[in-house]
């Protein structure tokens, strides 16, 4: 199901969706390539023997289907498959006399709106290729910026004897080096100014690339749905089993499976990262009470003497009572070498120490108890 926005849509402009619904759509774009790259290098970790070369070309293989998503949906819906989510399309901008006879030919003029296949190519050259490429100068630019802090990039220019390759490659870092960022500025400036400009009517352009490649955007209407309508098309049982239904379907489902999956995975790092899940976490399962050592309330008699009646009873510091005159004589018997321990509980018993005049031990800790 597309995404619907909580305005009232009687209110809404068709040819005009809001900016935040654009800036939306385009959100969702970003996040798909950091949440699919987590995804597969953790579990390239756990089982490296099958993803860890998944991994190494992750940039490459997430550009070719990508590439095949994106041009199917712009193919079909002259949309990405996330503005798609997002009940957008892009239009090819007409002049205002062939949206006037909009009501007497609404067929006619929402063909006419359709990119064309300039336009479809373009927009898939901006929308997979320049992002892959900004992501590799985005990793090459972070290794020069920490390399060249505390130096200047003209000290490691190649001689002029040196390779071509060398040559080449200090030629690029250079120019990445010096332009990249201005290169940024400049095209996040733009961008803002465009948005202005859209938010207050005097563009029809979110981007420069929009200005570039002349579109806008608007919203699917029921055209683009009777257009692209799978039971519209298949007329035959047989056609469902072409490899091309079956690789439209298949393309198709992204539109739907990969907003969902980026939805539980946002969720998921909203669990980790939350105050509630670590309280969870904290609590962990209930565990029963550590044991003590300590006998049994119902066993009677001294664990020393064995007899089921003590006499004179004491208790250590432990817990476990003795008779007294059995755990008196059996401490202060003791080695000196040994620290003294609770022969039911094997624990040593911290309150005992060594006297040096006497030689012997200095029972602490043992009271005597009042039955």
Request: glycine content about 4%; charged content about 20%.
């Amino acid at each position: 199901m597309d995404y619907y926005s909580s305005l009232n849509a009687a209110t809404l402009d068709p040819d005009i969706p809001t900016v935040f619904e654009i800036l939306s759509a385009k959100q969702l774009q970003d996040l798909i390539y950091p949440s699919i790259r987590h995804i597969i290098v953790h579990y390239a970790e756990c089982n490296p023997a099958y993803l860890l070369r998944i991994a190494n070309r992750f940039d490459e293989i997430y550009l070719v289907a990508m590439g095949l998503v994106e041009h199917y949906h712009l193919k079909h819906w002259n949309a990405t498959f996330t503005e798609k989510f997002y009940g957008l399309k892009r239009t090819n901008i007409l002049g205002y006399s062939a949206l006037n006879s909009r009501k007497a030919t609404p067929n006619i003029v929402e063909k006419e709106r359709r990119l064309t296949a300039k336009q479809r190519w373009l927009c898939l050259f901006f929308v997979v290729v320049v992002p892959y490429l900004r992501e590799k100068c985005e990793a090459r630019y972070d290794i020069l910026k920490g390399k060249y802090s505390f130096k200047s990039i003209e000290e490691d220019r190649p001689a002029d004897d040196a390779p071509l390759r060398a040559k080449i490659r200090y030629h690029y870092d250079y120019l990445l080096h010096k332009w990249y960022p201005r290169y940024c500025m400049v095209e996040s400036t733009s961008t803002i100014l465009f948005l202005l400009g859209y938010l207050f009517h005097r563009t029809k352009a979110t981007s420069l690339v929009d200005y570039l490649v002349n579109f806008q955007y608007s919203r699917l209407s029921s055209f683009d749905h009777q257009l692209n309508s799978l039971d519209a098309e298949v007329k035959d049982w047989r056609e469902y089993l072409t490899t091309q239904y079956l690789s439209g379907l298949v393309l198709s489902t992204f539109s739907y499976a990969l907003p969902s999956a980026l939805f539980f995975v946002k969720f998921f790092e909203w669990w980790n990262s939350s105050n509630f899940a670590s309280k969870l976490n904290q609590l962990g399962p209930k565990l029963d009470p550590p044991s003590t050592g300590i006998p049994p309330l119902g066993l009677k008699g001294c664990p020393i003497c064995k007899r089921a009646e003590i006499e004179n009873p004491a208790v250590l510091e432990t817990g476990v009572i003795y008779c007294y005159k059995c755990i008196f004589n059996h401490l202060q018997s003791g080695d000196r070498s040994k620290k003294p321990v609770c022969p039911a509980t094997n624990k040593r018993l911290l309150l005992t120490t060594w006297n040096d005049e006497q030689e012997n031990w200095l029972i602490g800790g043992l009271r005597r108890l009042m039955i």
